[in-house]
């Protein structure tokens, strides 16, 4: 039998590792997310044992991939697809020690304010961060110096004015959410909260658009004509990466649920056990600094 050469790119040798079957039947997307989590990692200083959220990871075959490749635990969090499936897919690939699956709206996630050392999320930003505020709320969830990356479709440039001819039959309201490094890089940079280290666009990452969707999805003739039509011009895969600025202050009216303005944390730190001493102070005393910069419940913009 010749070797299955299907979805082998040199450019990407841990994701070149896995079965084709298996990346094919837990596709969630319209991208390889091994690739782009394999393009995105190698942008991230990730080391065993960091916690690490993987937002919108669909049926969290990135999440594997990370647990697996670097050893960090990770958080599967999902809107769309369910979390009792990506269980049994997580415990197959061996990873139940370290991967675990959620269900929850990326606008209104179920996590304490500093606890991820950084946030991924593969192909699936642009559904629910374009907002100008999305930023102010998801960055709450990682330590100051912790990274939010992202990675999935985009453009090469932004459209200016008309939608191209060429685009026009693939093109859906959706679509508008697409953006470019620059655009991602400005939209994050102006607001203080991370300092952008990366905003970049894979070189003849439309080519592998079209690899990826001629093996996963051979039908979609529509797509895959606009892909081919582009060359690269407007289409492609794009990566960002910003690491949080402690120093910046978020803003508390800006989230989506209000829970914490209406009750203030107010852990006071004790020693748990007779003879101790108080626990040291982690992440920079993020967690404590939000206490005491929580504006007033009743407080106007
Ligand atoms: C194109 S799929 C990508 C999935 C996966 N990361 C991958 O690369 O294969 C987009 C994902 O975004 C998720 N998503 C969309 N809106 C969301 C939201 N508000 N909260 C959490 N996830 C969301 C969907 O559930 C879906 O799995």
């Known amino acids: 039998m010749p070797p299955d050469e299907r979805l082998v790119s040199e450019q990407f040798p841990r994701a070149s590792a896995y079965h084709p079957d298996w990346v094919l039947a837990n596709a969630s997307g319209g991208a390889n997310s091994l690739w782009l989590t394999e393009w995105l990692s190698a942008a991230l200083d990730l080391r065993a044992g960091m916690r690490v959220l993987d937002l919108g990871c669909g049926r969290a075959s990135s ?21 009792a499936e990506n269980l049994e897919r997580i415990r197959d690939a061996g990873v139940g020690d370290g991967v675990f699956p959620l269900h929850a709206d990326a606008r209104s996630l179920p996590f304490a304010p500093g606890f991820f050392d950084a946030i991924v999320c593969i192909d699936a930003f642009m559904y629910f961060a374009t907002g100008d505020l999305y930023l102010n709320y998801l960055a709450q969830f990682v330590k100051p110096g912790g990274a939010i990356a992202i990675g999935g479709a985009g453009l090469v440039r932004e459209i200016e004015g008309e939608l191209p001819e060429h685009l026009r039959a693939w093109w859906t309201q959706g679509l508008w959410s697409l953006h470019s490094a620059a655009w991602w890089r400005r939209h994050w940079e102006r ?12 070189p003849d990452g439309w080519k592998l658009w079209l690899d990826w969707h ?44 209000n829970l914490r303005t209406l009750v203030p944390p107010q852990y006071a730190r004790k020693p748990l056990l007779r003879g101790q001493e108080p626990p040291a102070v982690e992440n920079g005393g993020a967690d404590l600094l939000m206490v005491e910069t929580n504006p007033p419940a009743t407080g106007s913009r």
């Open 63 to 83: 999440s594997i991939f990370l647990r697996r490749e670097f050893g960090v635990q990770v958080w599967a969090t999902d809107l769309w697809f369910s979390a």
């Open 191 to 202: 607001t203080g909260i991370v300092h952008v280290e990366r905003a970049d666009t894979m």
């Open 214 to 257: 001629r093996a996963v999805a051979p039908d979609n003739a529509t797509e895959i004509e606009a892909v081919t039509q582009d060359q690269g011009r407007f289409l492609g895969y794009v990566r960002v990466v910003g690491r949080r600025r402690g120093e910046t202050k978020l803003d508390e009216h800006c989230w989506p649920d």
